[in-house]
């Protein structure tokens, strides 16, 4: 079946670290990936995609890179701000547009000043 | 611009009653659908639909029934409420169609509920 994995949480750093939160996938054909992020007391946003192999994502100071060949989608940013504090969704979707989107089970991430 | 909006933000049931969770956008998609968060599991779907009149099954659509009579609204209904149906329920909509823009979801705030 189709899946998606996230490293272990919670993770905390302190302002100004660099940040890596992994996340691989399982899936049967090519699928687009996602970073989705929620802040306390909201809904999900999107944070950046990619829809084929090689493919970047980026913004906000996020990027992530589609890597077919380890089936992975490791979410990165140079330099986290405490506005960065939120739990951070990694996402597959294998069929064009976001019908049935594959949730990891997320990664919450405090920033300390 | 309110997006897409989700009444109630708490609710409290006991087992065996229903109730009907309420969802509209205003952004005109065809797209909408219903997901609920657990604690460790990330989000699931439970119901969608590609436009009015049109519905379909996700990955845990058992003690949930949807109908979508217009293209603004999409109600989830707990028919008979058990403990297992605690969670935080978030609707989310997109434009539908071809192109990027069919692949960004826009939710709304959730509905946190418990069955006791």
């Known amino acids: 079946g189709n899946s998606v994995t996230q490293m272990e949480g919670p993770v905390t750093l302190s302002e100004e670290a660099f940040l890596t939160i992994n996340c691989t996938y399982t899936?049967?054909?090519?699928?687009?990936l996602f970073w989705y992020v929620q802040y306390p007391g909201e809904g999900l946003q999107l944070l950046l995609k990619?829809?084929?192999?090689?493919d970047k994502g980026s913004n906000k100071g996020f990027e992530a890179t589609y890597r077919k060949e380890t089936t992975s989608f490791h979410l990165e940013k140079g330099s986290v701000q405490v506005s960065d504090s939120a739990v951070y969704f990694c996402?597959?979707?294998?069929?064009?547009?976001?019908?049935?989107?594959?949730f990891g089970q997320g990664t919450r991430l405090t920033i300390n000043p | 611009n309110a997006g897409v909006t989700q009444t109630p933000k708490f609710q409290v049931l006991k087992t065996g009653q229903s109730m009907t969770l309420q969802c509209a956008q205003d952004?005109?998609?065809?797209?909408m659908s219903w997901y609920r968060q657990d604690p460790g599991m990330g989000l699931r779907l439970i119901h969608y639909?590609?436009?009015?009149?049109?519905?379909d099954q996700g990955e845990v659509p058992n003690g949930y029934n949807v109908s979508r009579s217009t293209t603004e609204d999409f109600p989830l209904r707990l028919l008979s409420a058990a403990p297992s149906q605690t969670s935080v329920y978030f609707c989310?909509?997109?434009?539908?169609?071809?192109?990027?823009?069919?692949?960004?979801?826009?939710f709304g705030s959730g509905t946190q509920l418990s069955v006791l």
């Open positions: 996402a597959l979707s294998l069929i064009q547009g976001a019908q049935k989107l594959v």
């Open positions: 990619a829809t084929k192999a090689d």
């Open positions: 989310a909509s997109s434009y539908g169609g071809q192109g990027w823009a069919n692949e960004k979801l826009f």
């Open positions: 639909s590609v436009g009015a009149g049109i519905t």
């Open positions: 952004m005109n998609h065809e797209y």
């Open positions: 899936a049967t054909g090519y699928p687009s």
